[in-house]
């Protein structure tokens, strides 16, 4: 069973520190508040990840209401398992969707997510509003990292056009776009075009999902003329939400994770 995780934006431990050391941790209200409403209890085991996706296990001694603190004993660095590196581009959708579909590939794997402005995006955000729902995205990739035992939160931006959304995948070794309209590559080609392509055995990809209404022509023509590779799903239409998380997955396990040890 998988230990209770919890993030903390600092570097909390000395270097040197040995098994069997006890430490007074600073916590930050959010963390203390999910510790205390965890209740754990005297010598139950832990994990801590720092700021630099370090995790640490510890056993619970007490917390220390005064300090907003816990008191540990330091037990070994935590496994840190790397998953393949994957950055999904996520038309915004409206409501509880766009909540769901980071939530949910969050869980899964997903390394970077980009919120995606495009053509036919319903939602309409300024600055402050895009800033305001960036924040609670991370606080939702944050809370489902936990729960599902990852050692990073995925990085999660403020939403961006298309323009904005190739240039921050610039660092990306291909790009997949998935249309409903496509009767083109499958996924497993495309994957098998970007390793060619790029001569590496774990290619990170871009994966584009579009919102409610799907991408335009012209902006498929425009990810085509960027070097994207545009790919079926199949027969079936799949809502936003549940595009981005079975593309997602599939192409995880494509690369790898996801429990494929091919």
């Known amino acids: 069973m998988s230990l209770p995780r919890f993030f903390i934006d600092a570097a909390f431990l000395h270097p040197s520190a040995a098994a069997g050391d006890e430490c007074v941790i600073p916590l930050p209200a959010s963390v203390y508040q999910h510790m205390r409403t965890r209740r754990l209890q005297a010598d139950e085991h832990f994990v801590l990840v720092d700021q630099g996706n370090v995790a640490l296990e510890f056993a619970f001694v007490e917390l220390l209401a005064a300090e907003q603190a816990v008191a ?32 949910q590939t969050t869980e899964i794997g997903v390394t970077r997510i980009i919120p995606l402005l495009s053509e036919r995006v319903i939602v309409r955000l300024g600055q402050d509003d895009a800033r305001k729902k960036r924040d609670r995205w991370h606080r939702i990739a944050r809370s489902a990292a936990e729960q ?6 995925p990085q999660l931006t403020l939403p961006v056009d298309l323009e904005g959304s190739l240039a921050a995948c610039a660092d990306c070794d291909g790009i997949i776009c998935a249309w409903e309209e496509s009767s083109e590559a499958s996924l497993h080609t495309a994957v098998e075009a970007i390793r060619s392509r790029s001569n590496k055995p774990l290619p990170h990809i871009a994966l584009y999902i579009g919102p409610e209404g799907g991408f335009s022509g012209s902006e498929v023509e425009r990810l085509r003329a960027a070097g994207a590779l545009v790919v079926s799903l199949g027969p079936t239409i799949l809502r936003t939400e549940t595009a981005g998380l079975v593309a997602s997955a599939l192409l995880l396990h494509e690369l790898g994770g996801l429990g494929n040890r091919a």
């Open 148 to 153: 599902a035992g990852r050692n990073a939160v």
């Open 72 to 103: 540990t004993q330091f037990i070994a660095r935590a496994p840190s398992p790397a998953g393949p590196p994957l950055t999904l581009v996520q038309g915004v959708s409206k409501g509880e969707r766009m909540e769901q579909a980071i939530r």
